[in-house]
Antibody, heavy 125, light 106 residues
Framework: EVQLLESGGGLVQPGGSLRLSCVASGSTFANYVLSWVRQPPGKGLEWISVIYGGGGGTYYADSVKGRFSVSRDNSRNTLYLQMNSLRAEDTALYYC??????????????????WGQGTLVSVSS | SDLTQDPAVSVALGQTVTITCQGDRLRNFYASWYQQKPGQAPVLVMFGKNNRPSGIPDRFSGSNSGNTASLTISGAQAEDEGDYYCNCRDNSGYFRLFGGGTRLTV
């Protein structure tokens, strides 16, 4: 069973940078599709980024595009999220999650499982 | 396009409750559903047409009609209390979107 463990969160000033890590168990990490999802305190979930296996194509939500960068080191079974130009509204619990998908009756559906336990990022002066 | 959920729903113990998620993208793609309890990471409870991950009780079921995905709990238990989120991909397959969440009170 795949397990995910995030780290790297902390307090950072507006305009600063932070890099989050997510270490995964499992022998086929290179094939995993992995997403970052965040949750501001007391609010809902927001998907922010995905990275694919193989060539590692990356995609971002508009709210973080141009400021955040996702990458992976398959030799270390580790996913990263480099966060630059941080803003107060980036304050959230950041989760990594493994993507999956299914096709049934001609329709596709995706899901996230498992999730890590999250790492808290606070942006404040 | 957005995914719309009712902010809060309540159900009496042992009764049936349906949580809905509406959005145009649901006409073409299945939603997935997540349960989140206070202080815990979300847990996948439903995906695809009507698939429960291992360990999810069979009182959880899913359905789809038009632009609406539904998660039904038949015989709700106290431990089902929590926040429920739907999620769906877009046409490109690259971007995902969460609904605003529904707080279920049992």
């Amino acid at each position: 069973e795949v397990q995910l463990l995030e780290s790297g969160g902390g307090l950072v000033q507006p305009g600063g940078s932070l890099r989050l890590s997510c270490v995964a168990s499992g022998s086929t990490f290179a094939n995993y599709v992995l997403s970052w999802v965040r949750q501001p305190p007391g609010k809902g979930l927001e998907w922010i980024s995905v990275i694919y296996g193989g060539g590692g194509g990356t995609y971002y939500a508009d709210s973080v595009k141009g400021r955040f960068s996702v990458s992976r080191d398959n030799s270390r079974n580790t996913l990263y999220l480099q966060m630059n130009s941080l803003r107060a509204e980036d304050t959230a619990l950041y989760y990594c999650a493994k993507d999956g998908w299914i096709q049934e009756a001609g329709r596709w559906g995706n899901w996230f499982a498992p999730w890590g336990q999250g790492t808290l990022v606070s942006v404040s002066s | 396009s957005d995914l719309t959920q009712d902010p809060a729903v309540s159900v009496a113990l042992g009764q049936t409750v349906t949580i809905t998620c509406q959005g145009d993208r649901l006409r073409n793609f299945y939603a997935s559903w997540y349960q989140q309890k206070p202080g815990q990471a979300p847990v996948l409870v439903m995906f695809g047409k009507n698939n429960r991950p291992s360990g999810i009780p069979d009182r959880f079921s899913g359905s789809n009609s038009g632009n609406t995905a539904s998660l039904t709990i038949s015989g709700a238990q106290a431990e089902d209390e929590g926040d429920y989120y739907c999620n769906c991909r877009d046409n490109s397959g690259y971007f995902r979107l969460f609904g605003g969440g529904t707080r279920l009170t049992v």
